[in-house]
């Protein structure tokens, strides 16, 4: 509970300041010389906590204080507007099934509805007010949130009722995905696992054996890890990840499980698997790649040039990703993660991050 509690009041926290201090000697005014004009793409200066790609022309993102931003590609560049919520708390993340229909969810019970791409957001009565972190839907009709309190509600209306499929508990499930209608998986803190094959109706907790405990101490000593994220290509192949760089993975929906080698100790907040390939994010820049759909998994330094944490990585097929994170942090690939471009936020290779010429050390000479 300890490292979820953290993550969240981090993501909750993140403050980005800018100084610029100028000085006078000796009561004389010094001039200034000319310096480059500074320019830093920003689509928002909020941290971005959710990420839903429909398609390869739309992305929308979305964090603290209600911020929606949509992102168009009209063909030469990607064009961004910002969108009224509605509402002026956290959301975490959600989903869209096409470029108008979506839901996005954030904390105290709130689920907001698009039918028109974002035009207009409605809140809906979710007849809860437990923190949110991801809303999923299979169709117009069919979806699940989950979030704090062991909660996973469900609707069969497309958000005009909701319904409460888990009793009340102290545990977070930080995410949440359904393969289809009746297939679907929930983690959480302390290694939880649930499962279910009948639509949320009834959820069964899942222990892999590595993540057994035989006494109360062993847990107090050897902890399972927080899990937050869920990837799946099928209803049997399924992978998790969570804190200390961890990723299991089963291909037999969830009978037997594999604990992946990973080069990485790290949190891992999001993973993608597409199409023959995977892709992980984390903390501190942390940058994984699976050059195998998942199996093996390669750790990828200096190419997303950031240092801040890394929320979601999303793709919409083996070339087209994204990936969003802390300070507006917004970059995207068209080449399967060789490469990547900052649309937002802030690189340590940007040019006012580099030494000055002038104080560069050249090194000592003697003789």
Not at 47 to 60: F, L, Q, Y
Request: glycine share 12%; aromatic share 10%.
């Amino acid at each position: 509970m300890k490292e979820t509690w953290q993550r969240l009041g981090a993501a909750l926290a993140v403050t980005c300041t800018a100084c610029i201090v100028l000085g006078c000697a000796g009561g004389e005014r010094k001039e200034l010389a000319k310096s480059s004009k500074i320019s830093i793409k920003m689509v928002t200066s909020e941290s971005v906590h959710g990420c839903m790609i429909p398609d390869a022309k739309n992305i929308w993102v979305c964090g603290s204080y209600g911020m929606i931003c949509h992102g168009v590609d009209n063909g030469t560049a990607w064009q961004w507007t910002t969108q009224n919520s509605g509402v002026d708390i956290l959301l975490v993340n959600g989903t869209f099934i096409n470029d108008k229909q979506g839901w996005i969810a954030g904390l105290l019970g709130t689920v907001i509805h698009t039918s028109d791409g974002g035009s207009t957001w409605v809140k809906q009565n979710t007849g809860t007010d437990r923190h949110l972190f991801n809303v999923v839907f299979v169709d117009e009709r069919h979806g699940w949130a989950a979030g704090d309190g062991n909660t996973v509600i469900h609707t069969s209306d497309g958000g005009n009722t909701w319904i409460r499929q888990t009793p009340e508990e102290d545990k977070i499930l930080n995410d949440i995905l359904f393969v289809d209608a009746t297939n679907g998986w929930v983690v959480g803190e302390s290694g939880i696992i649930l499962n279910t094959t009948d639509g949320g109706a009834t959820w069964n907790q899942v222990m892999p054996s590595f993540f057994e405990r035989k006494t109360v101490e062993e847990e107090f000593e050897n902890p399972r890890p927080a899990l937050f994220s869920i990837a799946a290509t099928d209803k049997n192949n399924i992978w998790l990840c969570g804190i200390d760089g961890t990723i299991i993975k089963t291909t037999d929906a969830g009978a037997t499980w594999t604990q992946l080698s990973v080069p990485t100790k790290e949190g891992l907040y999001s993973l993608c698997i597409k199409n023959g390939k995977g892709w992980a994010v984390g903390d501190k820049g942390t940058y994984l790649m699976s050059p195998d759909g998942g199996t093996t998994w390669q750790f990828v330094d200096d190419v997303i040039t950031t240092k801040q944490w890394l929320g979601k990585v999303r793709f919409t097929d083996s070339q087209n990703g994204w990936v969003t994170g802390a300070m507006g942090t917004i970059v995207r690939t068209t080449d399967g993660g060789t490469t990547w471009q900052f649309l937002s936020g802030l690189s340590y290779k940007m040019e006012f991050f580099q030494m000055p010429k002038a104080l560069e050390f050249k090194g000592m000479v003697f003789e």
